[in-house]
């Protein structure tokens, strides 16, 4: 339990900080639609002016230009600035994006998702952003409101960095944040973003881990156009029958990637990180519900968690210029192009793993004794990453997750990539960590997002006593 | 050299013959556009009274209605009827269609489809239907003409079957021919049917076999909804991965057939037999030349005829459910459907065909320890068809190719089916026949369709000759 005065002024100002979460998510800030783009640039105006409010200094950066919907249109501007500059104090940067997904009532919505709705019975706060990604970026306001009122000395210089781009493939962060590190960022001690979700809905988790991810493209072709089975079945190498030869040979039904090489460059599991997947507070029955079937590989948690976790993946998407419609078509398909991607982990690198499978797919191919054309493409490559939970960063989140919640935060990673934690952590050379707020049901790409309100104020509290911690865990790092 | 009066007849009137064929094409019997429908109709007007002005008895026969484009229409009628009842002849049915495939200047022609073109330095006869198939029913009616002009006396006796679905799916016909079989067709001995093609563009053809076909959908499900890769790549069994699996133990890239017990079922191939095929007036460039591309599985010729003709053909089609666009995205497809079909030859029946299927996939799948859930569902199913060349109908239509061209036709067979044909074998349990009258590169079904007017001509001067031909090699059975 909590009685810092901050965190009593938090439970005395609920109102206040439910009114201005419902600001923010009232301002549509959809980055993915051209039309609502002067929504996004009102809600960066917005927040600035909220950061301005505490004494911060912020920059409006420009990004440059895009093209959207068949428009040329300016790139929401990212948010970069501090508060404090102490250089006896350890420097904090903090994350967050003000941009959020596309919504509609009519995809299913029970209230309108860019009107905030709270619930007082079941004391969930529903619309789009609630919790992706402004519940979270009001969460760092409200603690340093907290601090101010109460007069509680923030023990930590704080650096921003705040963009309009996150579900839009984040354009243009990555060569701020490569700039901004001999420039805003250059003090910088360690990275907080806060973007992310519990496993479950019950436990508080620090992330220290994503996979990586190299996506192929492998085309096999052969005849000049498709053809009729029916006169040339039996009579040409087909490339799909080359593409399921091929495929076949990627990854078992157990999920075991039969690429040479992978596996043998995964990080052996030890003791005691396999007991860190075993004190993971979820059940198979979780995995199962949110699957919406009994069709996991493993029946272990552990084992189970671990497959998203900590090893790697390999998943076939499906086929490009093949028959994909309902009902039968009796055509041979000229040229197919079949998608697989490979999510990664330490220590596998996507040009290694580019690599090999290159390697792999084009000796499998010479033994299939087709006449096709084999090519095979690295759409997209991204590293995996994970941080040291050892870190003073991790234990200063870890101790205020147990003062505000009383319980200890479970340690996970995520299955997916987040690009710009692996940008932060390389252009800054820092730890970097995950804090997440919300809950793992709270359906952030989803309908009906919501952030619950416990989860608004104790994760506001959270990002509070994580700041006053960071003095002591760094001091004893 | 043909020199009989009704040959020469023929000869002498080249440009009433194809006045009459302009005629035929100008009227625009696309049966797939319910737009076109009334051209259908008048199409089928027009015949009826070219056929009656013969002296030939017909019935427009309702098949009743369909639904087209959102609209309820009549079915075009079939015309049924017969020129000639003498019990000492041999009856001959002849069958063809006078509704066309669709066609428009901007898929590419070089003249209006439906705008005659007599292009007399190449002499070739351009419009939609020129040779799919109303210059063949024109070369019918030319050839009783020719008879008549030149009191010529018919010796069979005729009946008629014309249709104007085919392109469409004939609907309506099998019931109609079934009906008829105690009817108008009744006294019938022998089928000719003159819809298909020369396998080149010299030797003319009889064809005296179609492949059959079992189309298959195999699907796959397990989770509830698509998933994440990211969230759940190995951490579920993915009906990708089962259906790759699957498909790639269903066929060699050589084309060989594994699902045990379809190649035990095929005839075995004779010296005869292989010799048909060696004698097939086309080489391994024909084929190279309509693929695009040297990617024949066998550079021999008659392995090549006979991968189409006389062996059966798997091809993996495509799949249903999973990623089919450009780029890149990182689902799991929750459920798939893959399809693929089998093409058949004697002795394989598509209802033993599904056995082996159905009972094979679901061992297989057995083996794959996966959780996911395995549906195999054969969508259409049809008989592989081959008529004796030895049976006098056969041995007419040789001696008039023979007459008319001075070379011995070759036999073929086709790879793809059409399936009315299986049916007037089955429902009068006589010799039907394919009789081509124009050549392999005439693009029936794609742009700039042509009937060369030699064909035309000598192609009628062999319906004729034919007929003229039954009642000696049906004496010499």
Not at 6 to 31: G, M, N, T, Y
Not at 89 to 98: D, W
Not at 424 to 448: C, I, Q, W, Y
């Amino acid at each position: 339990m909590l009685d810092a005065p901050f965190a009593k002024w938090i439970d005395e100002h609920q109102d206040e900080l439910i009114a201005r979460l419902k600001e923010a998510v009232e301002i549509p800030s959809v980055s993915g639609d051209a039309s609502y783009r002067p929504h996004v640039v009102r809600m960066g105006e917005w927040l600035k002016a909220e950061l301005e409010k505490l004494g911060a200094e912020i920059r409006s950066v420009p990004l440059g230009k895009q093209v959207l919907d068949g428009q040329e249109l300016d790139l929401p501007p990212a948010l970069v600035g501090s508060l404090g500059n102490d250089p006896k104090k350890k420097t904090v940067l903090v994350y967050g994006h003000y941009d959020v997904q596309p919504a509609a009532l009519s995809d299913g919505w029970k209230h309108e998702p860019f009107q905030f709705t709270h619930d007082k019975e079941t004391g969930r706060l529903y619309g789009r952003g609630s919790t992706d990604d402004k519940g979270p970026i009001m969460g760092w306001i409200n603690a340093i409101q907290a601090f101010q009122e109460t007069k509680t000395e923030i023990p930590v210089n704080l650096r921003f960095c705040f963009e309009g781009m996150e579900e839009s493939g984040s354009e243009g962060l990555e060569e701020l944040v490569i700039k901004e590190a001999k420039g805003e960022f250059a003090d910088v001690d360690a990275v907080c973003i806060s973007d992310n979700y519990w496993l479950g809905t019950t436990t508080p988790c620090l992330t220290y881990g994503l996979r990586g991810l190299s996506y192929f493209s492998v085309s096999i072709s052969g005849p000049a156009a498709d053809l009729h089975s029916g006169v040339f079945g039996n009579v040409v190498h087909e490339p799909m029958t080359d593409l399921f030869d091929l495929f076949s040979k990627l990854v078992t039904p157990q999920g075991k990637i039969l690429v040479p090489g992978i596996n043998e460059k995964v990080a052996p599991l030890t003791d005691e990180e396999r007991k860190l997947y075993e004190d993971i507070d979820v059940t198979l029955g979780d995995f199962e519900q949110a699957i919406g079937a009994k069709v996991t590989i493993s029946e272990d948690k552990a084992e189970v968690l671990m497959g998203r976790m900590r090893y790697p993946s390999l998943s076939i998407h499906g086929v490009e210029g093949a028959f994909s419609g309902q009902g039968g078509k009796t055509v041979i398909p000229a040229a197919v192009k079949g998608k697989f991607s490979i999510r990664l982990v330490p220590d596998l690198d996507p040009d290694e793993v580019n690599e090999l499978v290159q390697k792999y797919l084009k000796d499998e191919f010479a033994k299939l004794g087709s006449k096709n054309t084999l090519k095979v493409e690295m759409l997209s490559g991204g590293k995996p990453w994970v941080a040291s939970i050892d870190h003073w960063n991790f234990r200063a989140a870890k101790d205020a997750i147990e003062t505000v919640y009383g319980k200890t935060p479970s340690y996970t990673r995520e299955g997916g990539s987040i690009p710009i934690t692996l940008t932060f952590a390389e252009a800054l050379g820092k730890n970097v960590m995950l804090l997440p707020m919300g809950r793992g049901d709270d359906g952030a790409h989803s309908t009906n997002e919501k952030l619950d309100l416990s989860n608004y104020i104790e994760g506001t509290k959270t990002l509070g006593q994580y700041l006053l911690n960071v003095p002591a865990a760094a001091a004893s790092a």
